[in-house]
């Protein structure tokens, strides 16, 4: 429970922080007060939408909702058991109804209206990420670059292990390539209706390649504040790179992208080791495994 209400707090601070829609409910709120709530059916819905966004903004009221969905949610989807839509579309028309009441002239109520409708666009929407559009495109064209050149250099089925930004973004870039484990590996939520998980081994997989970003180096240790979906490896543990890629290799791995910042004399120990010489391709460093058909299963 202390878990939930830190994530509670935390979340109403994130997502007020990101999108205003939050503080724009509650400017509407308090103007329909200030209006006396319009309409027996406008005060119902107002009042029903208050209560709702006060359980959603209380810590202690957050984090049972947040229970209630079963913890694999993060705070912003508790949000959607408030009519937002509705609650903003009747406090538009309360506005409008009192600029409708006022002596104002043609052209003033329509710049009102206007200005009202352009607080409404920059407001953004509930718990929008920080990460832009542009950025989220540009690291989707940097990937499809990436994954172009791999399938000229390999040709053939694919079943590929690599850094998180390149799994995240291959299957919806190339339906044939086949990854050791999908994106539900670090997004909790899609794991809401799914009663079954990956083996330890993959997950240590998973931490591995990501601590060898963080690191630059084939053996990481393992940190004790590790966030990662199932069980984590055993915090002050060593990962071994070799050992690693070897497990990838008999899990059915085809191709592995390493991460660019491992140097070369890593890659030198790799060839030594395991008989393959690593290719540089773009950021990264690429390993031809030639094995054959994938055993892995398909990511979700």
């Known amino acids: ?38 309409t027996r059916k406008q005060k ?29 949610y993060d705070y912003e989807w508790i949000w959607t058991i408030v009519p937002m839509t509705g609650i903003l ?12 009441k006022t002596s104002c002239g043609k052209g003033k109520k329509l710049a009102i209206a206007g200005m009202a409708l352009m607080v409404l666009l920059l407001c953004g929407r509930l718990g929008n990420p920080r990460a832009t559009v ?9 990937v ?31 339906a044939n390539i086949t ?15 799914s009663y079954d998980g990956y083996a330890q081994e993959q997950r240590d ?26 069980e984590a490896p055993k915090a002050g543990t060593t990962l071994e790179g070799i050992s690693c890629i070897r497990k990838a290799m008999e899990l059915g791995a085809t191709q592995i992208l390493l991460p660019g910042s491992l140097s070369e004399e890593s890659m030198d120990e790799l060839e030594r080791e395991l008989g393959i010489k690593p290719v540089r391709l773009e950021q990264y460093w690429l390993l031809s495994c030639n094995q054959g058909s994938a055993k892995a299963s398909a990511s979700r």
């Open 89 to 100: 579309a009747c406090g538009g028309t309360l506005l409008l109804e009192q600029l409708d």
């Open 144 to 174: 499809a670059q990436v994954l172009e050149k791999l399938n000229e250099a390999t040709g053939g089925s694919v079943l590929l292990w690599a850094p998180k930004e390149v799994m995240e973004h291959a299957r919806s870039l190339d």
């Open 179 to 193: 990854l050791l484990y999908g994106r539900n590996m670090w997004q909790k939520h899609l794991n809401a209706f």
């Open 1 to 38: 429970m202390r878990e939930l209400l830190r994530n509670a707090w935390n979340g109403w601070l994130a997502m007020s922080d990101r999108g205003k829609l939050g503080a724009l409910l509650l400017l509407m709120f308090l103007l329909a007060w200030l209006w006396k709530l319009g």
């Open 44 to 72: 119902d819905l107002i009042w029903f939408g208050a209560l709702l966004t006060g359980l959603c903004i209380f810590p202690l009221t957050a984090a049972c909702l947040m229970l209630y969905q079963t913890r694999f």
């Open 205 to 230: 997989l998973y931490v591995w390649m990501q601590l060898a970003c963080a690191y630059q180096r084939l053996d990481v240790p393992v940190p004790a504040d590790l966030d990662v979906v199932g």
């Open 134 to 142: 542009q950025d989220v495109g540009l690291q989707r064209r940097e």
